[in-house]
């Protein structure tokens, strides 16, 4: 998959063959041991950040609040909130149990 | 205002491998779509769970009579940010979905769960939702109605996309 700077494909690819193997081998295994990939993302990050600035992409948006739903988003990155406390922010219980107004309910995915 | 979607979905995979795809799932012969993926923010947070966000750009397939709405100078590309949060101890992930650009035109905001299926461990239950909503005068009835049909649309293709990537993963 090619990255949204052009020269920062190949670090991409580099980036995610390192990141993939991290997350399948330790991260979902519970093992907190060091990330291996520091620098290769630091490496791709320099580069992706710098073509976003480029092309003028507004990253830092937080999706507006539409409706009145109680529930709470995700907070737009990099925030200092997000970091000390994730869990509280996943309220999927209490939202799943606001009634559903669904033009489409149960739509079955998969054979 | 606007158009509201939900739908439970599954895939005949563990949760481990949900979400190893979910890192992988582009290219597929399903996300022609979608032209560049790059992951712009990422951490591990002190609770051990992944925060990402990633940047998509996917063309803009806005059908003839809503072009002539889109400014000139705006691309024919779309640029799509997802958030997510993988938490391994608790086997859940949550993504949050939203197009950053054209938004005035129309707004498509997704949220997802994914968890372990209650009734079969083995598989990967998908709650999905989505609001969409137009502020364009006049227009936003018929811009939410295709919004809301190309949105159902692209749920069949995503979980095409991801059975293809989980097969292929299998098979290797």
């Known amino acids: 998959m090619n990255s949204v ?20 081998e330790h991260f979902l295994k519970g093992d907190r041991s060091g990330d291996p990939c520091t620098e290769t993302f630091r490496k791709y990050q320099r580069c992706v950040q710098k073509a976003i600035k480029e092309k003028d992409i507004p990253i830092d948006g937080r999706p507006e609040q539409r409706h009145n739903v109680d529930r709470i988003f995700l907070l737009p990155f990099p925030s200092q909130q997000i970091r000390s406390s994730i869990d509280s922010i996943l309220l999927w219980d209490q939202f799943s149990r606001l009634k559903c107004e669904c033009k489409a309910v149960g739509m079955e995915m998969g054979n | 205002m606007g158009k509201y979607f939900c739908c439970t979905g599954f895939l005949k995979s563990t949760w481990d491998q949900v979400c190893i795809a979910f890192w992988q799932r582009y290219p597929n012969p399903y996300s022609n779509h979608v032209l560049t993926e790059d992951i712009i923010f990422r951490e591990v947070t002190p609770s051990n769970c992944l925060i990402s966000r990633r940047l998509l750009t996917k063309t803009s397939r806005a059908p003839r009579w809503m072009e ?17 949060i993988i938490d391994p101890q608790k086997r859940t992930m949550t993504t949050l979905t939203w197009n950053i650009s054209h938004a005035r035109l129309m707004s498509v905001e997704e949220r ?13 239950e998908i709650k999905r939702e989505a609001w969409i ?10 811009i939410q109605e295709f919004g809301l049909a190309r949105f159902k649309n692209s749920v069949t293709k995503t979980m095409k996309g991801f059975e293809y990537v989980l097969a292929r993963m299998q098979g290797q």
Request: one cysteine or more.
């Open chain 1, 5 to 24: 700077g052009e020269a920062c494909t190949e670090l991409k690819r580099e980036y995610d063959q390192c990141f993939n193997r991290w997350f399948a």
């Open chain 2, 68 to 84: 002539r709405y889109l400014p000139k100078h705006m691309a024919s590309s779309a640029y799509i940010i997802e958030d997510s």
């Open chain 2, 112 to 124: 997802c769960q994914y968890q372990i299926n209650p009734e079969k461990g083995s598989w990967t």
């Open chain 2, 133 to 142: 909503s137009s502020s364009l005068y006049g227009l936003s009835r018929a």
